[in-house]
């Protein structure tokens, strides 16, 4: 057996001729320890590589845990923000967690002040709103449940019968637009030629509220039932035949309004362009400066212009 086969010894062997000092029991005892302990981590750590790099049944890496001194980029710990690409263009950041719905589809700045009044204001318009949107109660009988004026179903809108007092469902609402579809206030101003006062008559004029789309501090969008707005309209005008005359009497009185202040704006366009050209042959006429008179050897006093050279003769009494 050579020496390189012979397996070392932990601790090694003493040599007998040494001048070193015998150990106490107790000193053996803590170096047998230390080494017992560093044999332990030796081998915990190599059974952990091996773990790591053995491949299970499908070829991959067992799942662990990056510990947090890793390089990977999967590592735990805090990550760098991505720095945005400058090719995008500008672009506004919102926290939607804090911006306060304005029920416009509008966003609302956070450092918006809104005073108190404005704030009442709005509290009311909803108020109102939700006082309208309330539906009734459905009962059991069949025959105490109001039904639909075209298809006799009991699946009614509500809102339509506690704003309008139409019974109507909403399948029937959508296939018959021309009936029951709802009109805004401008749209019976300038089609139907109603005025305000009317409009705001909550008798004669029945009106849904709902809140402005432009701005949830504007007043809220009236919106009424078009059967309704064109009944009110042939009783004012007579018949539709009456409100196609006074239609066509106001746009031709608009017209010639329209006519009219386009004459007079043109008659006072010319007026300055005149007034314009007159100026400039006043200003383009010669203006002659005279200097000292002087009497001649005939006793003729003359004036000469310095720029021109036109001469003035006089007498001198």
């Known amino acids: 057996m050579s020496e390189s086969d012979i397996r070392p010894v932990t601790p090694p062997p003493r040599a007998s001729g040494s001048n070193t000092l015998p ?16 044999k332990s981590l030796q081998r915990e750590r190599e059974e952990g590589a091996s773990s790591f790099n053995a491949l299970n049944a499908n070829n991959k890496r067992p799942i662990g845990v990056t ?3 890793s390089n990977s980029p999967t590592a735990p710990g805090k990550q760098s923000r991505l720095q945005r690409d400058s090719r995008l263009g500008t672009y506004f950041e919102y926290d939607l967690s804090k911006m306060a719905n ?18 009442r204001k709005e509290q009311e318009r909803e108020r109102q709103r ?6 009734p109660a459905i009962y059991l009988d069949p025959d105490r449940n109001p039904k639909c004026f075209e298809c006799g179903t009991v699946d009614i809108n509500h809102l339509y019968k506690k704003i309008f007092g139409t019974l109507v469902c909403k399948r029937c609402e959508k296939d018959k637009p021309e009936k029951y579809s709802l009109l805004t206030k401008t749209e019976c101003k300038e089609d139907y030629l109603l005025t305000d006062p009317e409009l705001r008559d909550q008798e004669a004029m029945p009106h849904l509220l709902k809140a402005n789309p432009h701005k949830s501090t504007f007043a809220n969008m009236m919106l009424f039932m078009r059967y309704q707005v064109e009944e009110f ?11 196609d005359v006074e239609y066509e009497r ?14 007079q704006g043109l008659k006072d366009l010319r007026k300055r362009t ?14 002659h ?4 008179s002087e009497r001649g050897a005939d006793g003729v006093g003359r004036q000469i212009c310095h720029e021109c050279g036109f001469t003035v003769e006089f007498e001198e009494l």
């Open 23 to 38: 150990l106490t029991p107790e000193q053996v005892k803590q170096f047998e320890l230390h080494r017992l302990k560093a």
């Open 67 to 69: 510990p947090a001194t």
């Open 102 to 119: 304005s029920k416009g589809g509008f966003l609302v700045e956070e450092t918006a002040e809104v005073d108190e009044a404005t704030r």
């Open 130 to 135: 939700a006082l309208q949107s309330s539906e």
């Open 233 to 243: 309209a042939w009783k004012k005008w007579g018949s539709p035949e009456g409100l």
């Open 250 to 263: 106001r746009m031709a009185e608009k017209k010639s309004k329209k006519n009219k202040k386009f004459e």
């Open 274 to 287: 005149k007034e314009g050209i007159w100026q400039k042959r006043q200003d383009a006429e010669h203006k």
């Open 289 to 292: 400066a005279f200097g000292p």
